[in-house]
């Protein structure tokens, strides 16, 4: 019993790390992108490219 209880905990904190993994690469590519739309806002073509390299960098 005790090994299935150390099997589930394990399960249980993989599960835990990929949902936090996910919210996170989801709130950086948010940030990202209303970066991006600002930089595009403003004329500003070298942050643009930056931002734009930085997103497809997190999203490979």
Excluded: C, P
Aim: glycine share 4%; charged share 25%.
């Amino acid at each position: 019993m005790d090994k299935m209880k150390m099997t589930y905990e394990a399960m249980l904190g993989l599960a835990a790390e990929m949902v936090l993994d996910d919210a996170v690469l989801r709130f950086q590519t948010n940030r990202l992108q209303h970066a991006i739309d600002n930089a595009l806002s403003a004329g500003d073509e070298d942050t643009f490219h930056l931002l734009v390299r930085q997103l497809n960098e997190l999203q490979t």
